[in-house]
């Protein structure tokens, strides 16, 4: 299995409604990302969490880590049509080396 | 499973020689691409690729960056006169396409470390 896996794998919410999707990994790591794809076209990155970190915040975004746990979650609040994107979590390693997972699928209702 | 691949998994070369990064994406899949990630930034997005051509770039993707899908299986990055600032991870993907590549999962490579020296 991955290094990296986000579940679920897809989720659908109605517009307005909070979309949690979560990340798990293996290894130690530096830090975590969070990026989002529209479309079929390239990433965006959307918020970097450091490994001696436990919560950040980005405007609607809410990305929590749990070291202890080897997991890590993403919170969409109040969503909107906008938001309809496949999410990746990266993890960088130790080592510098960088595993992406395969990613949620979020599809926001009207 | 089906695996992206690439090679060489680490590559050093001299600042402006010619490199070429390869990758092999899953065999029915039929949108690629290509990312970088410089030591201690975030991933950035390249050049996507779609029925031969590509279909959108970053402004990072300037002339000296080319890619190519020479043989229906490999996919190939190619940096003309490398510079000191292309050393990175190289990432590349792929979606299967079946939906226009619309909220497609995509598939990454483990990555090609490039350092120029």
């Known amino acids: 299995s991955q290094q990296g896996e986000e579940d679920p794998q897809a989720l659908s919410i109605q517009e307005g409604e909070n979309a949690t999707m979560n990340c798990s990994y293996k290894?130690?790591?530096?830090?975590l990302q969070w990026y989002r794809q529209n479309s079929g076209r390239g990433l965006v990155h959307l918020i970097l969490?450091?490994?001696?970190?436990r919560e950040k915040h980005s405007g609607r975004l809410r990305v929590t880590l749990d070291t202890s746990k080897k997991s890590s979650s993403l919170l969409i609040t109040a969503s909107r049509a906008a938001d309809t994107a496949s999410y990746f979590c990266?993890?960088?390693?130790?080592?510098?080396?960088?595993?992406f997972g395969k990613g949620t699928r979020l599809h926001i209702l009207p | 499973e089906p695996e992206v691949t690439q090679t060489p998994s680490h590559q050093v070369t001299q600042m402006g020689q010619e490199v070429i990064l390869r990758c092999v994406p899953i065999?029915?899949?039929?949108?690629f691409y290509w990312y970088r990630q410089i030591l201690g930034q975030k991933v950035e997005f390249l050049v996507s690729?779609?029925?031969?051509?590509?279909?959108?770039k970053s402004e990072i993707f300037d002339d000296q960056f080319s890619v190519e899908r020479p043989d229906g299986s490999n996919f190939t990055l190619k940096i003309r006169s490398t510079k000191l600032e292309d050393s990175a991870m190289y990432f590349c993907?792929?979606?299967?396409?079946?939906?226009?590549?619309?909220?497609?999962?995509?598939?990454f490579g483990p990555g090609t470390r490039l350092l120029v020296l």
């Open positions: 990266a993890t960088e390693g130790r080592d510098d080396k960088i595993i």
């Open positions: 290894t130690s790591i530096n830090n």
């Open positions: 969490i450091r490994s001696n970190e």
């Open positions: 065999s029915n899949h039929l949108y």
């Open positions: 690729f779609y029925n031969n051509e590509i279909s959108e």
């Open positions: 993907a792929s979606i299967p396409g079946l939906a226009g590549g619309i909220g497609e999962t995509q598939y």
